[in-house]
């Protein structure tokens, strides 16, 4: 397979906030390598892409990227239809199968290994594909329960605070490089078929309640609203902005930083 145009992004995922950025990097001229593990969903969601924007700008990696298997896949992948790459969005996280307040350390390495470690070796595995002049971005998804103490789990919590202060480190490291790092602090975001969805199943007025009372904005993003911020921050127009995490969070934040 030839090389794609210069203008190429890379990231998780098939559903809710990663499919919703591949839109944007879409609309905006990017060719994008989408990734999820189930095959026949993944292959739906890029034929939906494929539609609306034409066959040779949407890529497809199927396989679990929280595995070295799928981390080396994809960046084997990513240099095989792009050669070089400008922004990769680490998005993949899950709070889901982590007991909520567990102390077992089998948890807590589950937890930071889908949530802080598969963001690490992303980034670690894509390091020689970057264009080596004009360099580019990198953009991590975080969470607001970094900041806030909210009903999740502990170790989902640590591992979206060690992405913040890996992405800020990373910064100063990768500025010489021209490549700017920066990561992404998402709310409570719903989406069908995503978690919220579950939950509201689940206890809707519980949900509901939670929402109206700890949300200034009292309702929940969707998935384009973190997807903008992202775009936002790989774009020209936050050329001068590095190290930064920015919170998409309706103002449910409380910390004064
Ligand atoms: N939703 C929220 O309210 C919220 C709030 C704060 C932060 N975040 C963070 O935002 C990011 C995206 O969350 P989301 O809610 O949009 O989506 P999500 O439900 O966490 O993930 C959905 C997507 O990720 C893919 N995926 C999941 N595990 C994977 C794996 N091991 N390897 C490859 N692909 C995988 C799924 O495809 P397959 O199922 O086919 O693998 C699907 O395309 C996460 O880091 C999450 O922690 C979300």
Known sequence: MGKQSEKSTSFPSTDGIGYATAYRFLEEG????INGRNESKAREKRELLEKTFGKNR??????DTASENGISGISRYAEEIFGHIDCVVANLGCGKPMAQSSLDEEGWRKGFDINLFSAVKLIQAF?????VDTGGSIITV???????RISA????????????????YLSDDYAGRKIRVNSVIPGNVYYKGGRWEELLRQDEAGVKEYIESSVPLKRF???????D?????ASGRASFITGVALLVDGGQSRAVV
Do not use: H, M
Request: charged fraction near 15%.
């Open 142 to 148: 975080s969470s607001l329960a970094a900041y806030n």
């Open 153 to 168: 789990p502990y170790a989902y919590a640590a591992a979206k605070q060690g992405i913040r202060v890996f992405s800020k």
């Open 221 to 227: 993003a969707i998935p384009d609203e973190i997807a």
């Open 58 to 63: 949407v890529f497809l990696y199927t396989g």
């Open 127 to 131: 390091d020689n594909l970057w264009e």
């Open 30 to 33: 990017a060719c994008v390598l």
């Open 229 to 233: 911020a992202i775009v936002f921050l």
